[in-house]
């Protein structure tokens, strides 16, 4: 069964190129249940409730295929936010209607796609050299991408995303993220995958915790020194302890007055209570700032690993954000 309701720009030049196009003889079940869904999916964009008519238009079309069904049912996607499958239904009609050469259809069917370039949100799955494993899937929203696709920017409809890695003997990668429809390109990475040992390749290892790794390893080596330090320091207090006592012993009385040899001792016992106080002070700072660089390296380990498992920076359209995760 032909149908050729339309709603939206050129309905009346549309109207007019569709009745022109062949009928065709369908099962009578399924062309009456078709025709049945495509008018109440016409109601229900009449009444701009396109969640409900879409199905319905959808349904219809795969029942009893018409173009005057298909150019609906894109109509009521792009209402419904869905760009990309609206411009993939106009791009198919058009090349459709060029095959019949019904020249008015697919020129009414390639403008519509051509007005929706500028709103398309597209989504590319890179996957650089390093990350190409033999036997690697990529699969996004549980649909295998084919390897000629990887790289390249595809039209997507806004919503929610799954994007799972697999290959014989790596751990798989997922990463789920909702991509809103703001006409952008976005770039997500896919990683190495880790062995099923365990051991992540250099390069992963590397991009995902060097950072965090060399704040942490750092704040330790300075606590070291710090501990070092007052180790010296206490060192040094007791030698100072030691010095001022046996000062005493030699000669200097309780206002300072000290022999000319037990003065010798008393000045050794100064100096190293200056060194003892010097070490204190470097060493406790060492601590201390080793304490806290450790803490600022564990935190910075745990933001990496939150941006590596789903991060998403929209950016305006044409541009490229990124996304990567590391599992």
């Not at 390069?203 to 915790?209: F, L, R, Y």
């Amino acid at each position: 069964m032909q149908r050729h309701s339309w709603l939206g720009a050129g309905s009346l030049l549309f109207i007019g190129v569709t009745l022109a196009g062949p009928a065709r003889a369908e099962e009578p079940g399924s062309a009456a249940r078709a025709e049945a869904l495509f008018q109440t999916g016409r109601q229900l964009m009449r009444e701009r409730r396109y969640a409900e008519a879409c199905p319905k238009l959808a349904e219809s079309q795969s029942l009893d295929p018409a173009p005057g069904t298909r150019l609906n049912l894109a109509d009521c996607w792009e209402h419904e936010g869905r760009t990309a499958s609206a411009q993939r239904e106009f791009l198919a009609v058009a090349v459709s209607a060029e095959k019949n050469g019904e020249k008015e259809r697919a020129a009414i069917a390639r403008s519509r796609a051509n007005q929706l370039e500028n709103k398309v949100t597209k989504l590319a799955l890179m996957v650089p050299a390093a990350a190409r494993v033999p036997g690697l899937q990529i699969f996004r929203n549980s649909v295998l991408v084919v390897e000629a696709d990887w790289s390249k920017p595809e039209p997507v409809d806004p919503g929610r995303f799954l994007i799972e890695a697999r290959a014989p003997g790596r751990r798989s990668y997922r990463s789920e993220f909702t991509l809103p429809g703001d006409a952008a390109t976005h770039h997500l990475t896919i990683p190495s995958l880790v062995s099923d040992g365990g051991a992540a390749s250099p390069a992963a290892e590397t991009s995902a915790t060097s950072r965090g790794q060399w704040l942490q390893r750092s704040g330790i080596g300075l606590a070291g020194l710090g501990v070092v330090g007052i180790a010296v320091g206490t060192v040094f207090g007791v030698r100072a302890v030691n010095l001022y006592h046996r000062s005493r012993d030699e000669g200097c009385d309780d206002s300072d007055a000290c022999t000319p040899d037990a003065l010798e001792t008393r000045r050794s016992a100064v100096r190293a209570g200056n060194a003892s106080t010097v070490s204190f002070i470097v060493g406790g700072a060492l601590l201390a700032g080793g304490a806290g660089v450790y803490v600022w390296g564990t935190r910075e380990r745990a933001s990496e690993r939150a941006r590596l498992s789903a991060r998403l920076v929209p950016l305006p359209a044409g541009a490229f954000a990124s996304l990567a995760g590391h599992f």
